[in-house]
């Protein structure tokens, strides 16, 4: 008979339907431990292979006003705005909109039925200049598909961190 790991005894004679070798709890708690640590480790490996990475979004060009603190807020989320248009995660594009300005686009399910119309389609994109404003902060930007020309458009960022209003630059 094989020897027991030394945190188990041997029974003589046990009761019936117990097993002869009976193993304290902390060593059947390290053991499953153990095999939790395993599998999770396992479950990476595979799942690192069995996916593919998300394709990611990045500006043609970021004006170098973003820089500065003042703006550095602001321009990160017009840039977020716009990696979200460029995924297709209509959902958190909308969520960055003003309240008053997704009830206009129709809730949130009137916005993601509008941005995923453009589904698939990838845009480039770029933050050419930041503008203060009375009501916060005037991001200037380009957009364009791989076809087009660049649209110009400026976005309202207000201070508390929401788009309240997207439009043609004039």
């Not at 060593?27 to 490996?45: D, I, N, Q």
């Not at 703006?71 to 209509?90: F, Q, V």
């Not at 005037?138 to 649209?151: G, H, K, L, Y």
Request: charged share 20%; proline share 9%.
């Amino acid at each position: 008979m094989e020897r027991p790991a030394p945190h188990c005894k041997v029974r003589d004679s046990p009761p019936a339907g117990q097993p002869p070798v009976v193993c304290s709890a902390i060593f059947r708690f390290c053991t499953a431990l153990a095999a939790v640590f395993a599998l999770t480790a396992v479950a990476s490996v595979w799942a690192a292979g069995a996916f593919k990475p998300r394709p990611g979004s990045r500006p043609d060009f970021v004006s170098l006003h973003c820089r500065a603190a003042a703006n550095a807020k602001p321009c990160a989320i017009a840039l977020g705005y716009l990696a979200a248009l460029d995924l297709d995660r209509a959902r958190e594009a909308c969520a960055m909109l003003e309240r008053s300005t997704l009830e206009n686009a129709g809730g949130m399910a009137g916005c993601k039925t509008t941005l995923l119309q453009a589904r698939g389609i990838r845009i480039r994109y770029s933050v050419d200049d930041v503008v203060r404003s009375p009501l916060g902060m005037m991001i200037r930007f380009s957009t364009r598909t791989s076809s087009n020309a660049p649209v110009r458009q400026q976005m309202l960022v207000t201070p508390a961190a929401r788009i309240l209003a997207i439009v043609p630059e004039p």
